[in-house]
């Protein structure tokens, strides 16, 4: 596990930036596996900055987010696939038809699980995956529990992740009970795994995650067994 303290976030947010435009320019058909929540938005709007600058080119990137709410469709601000369209993708020339988030809204949401795993093999694997942590220690949705949940599946959320996601909401009430998330089995498959974290809240979190036993009552503490984690973390 390559551990990196910084003293800002956005000391964290131009080295998640650069960590990721790397990789595109590696691979510039590499599959990019994406998280929302507060902390990678520097480091999307770093990655703007890039390509405003012509430093990176995502025209042939594709694309597979972490998870999304259950019955909110993409044109609910308060969706993943909007947040994704608002704060990433319509600031880059990534081809919208290559962004994968699940769909929330799906009939047979089972069905919708089996597809995404499907999906994250037919892509080829994906090349670097983008994660934030709850303060549980969540990954993806994917909460603490008996056991690490390998599969794509509908996750109850728990009541400190209602709690900490209803800022974005007009009241607790509005935060939907409910997620799709992808497995720890997708997460763990990525080849690279970039994880950031930032603030004294997550202080505890991070240190029991990455420092501590492995756990499924820590499911961050999973990533320990990952042969390619950089974790960014910045305490302010
Ligand atoms: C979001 C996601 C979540 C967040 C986590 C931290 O796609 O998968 O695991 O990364 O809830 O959220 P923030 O960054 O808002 O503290």
Known sequence: MNFIKVETYDELSTKAAAIICGQV????????GLATGSSPLGTYAKIAEKYEKGEVDFSKVSSINLDEYVGLDGNNDQSYRYFMNTNLFSKINIDLAKTNVPNGCAADLAKECEAYDNLIKQSGGIDLQLLGIGLDG????????????????VVELDPSTIEANARFFA????????????????IMSAKKVLLIANGKNKKEIVEKSFFG????????SILQLHPDLTVIYCEN
């Open 171 to 186: 009241s607790e009430a509005d935060v939907p009970r409910k997620a799709v998330t992808m497995g720890m089995g997708g």
């Open 25 to 32: 320019a590696m691979k510039p058909d590499c599959v990019l």
């Open 213 to 220: 036993p492995i756990t499924p009552e820590v499911p961050a």
């Open 138 to 153: 969540h990954i993806g949705f994917n909460e603490p529990d008996a056991y690490f949940e390998k599969a794509t599946h």
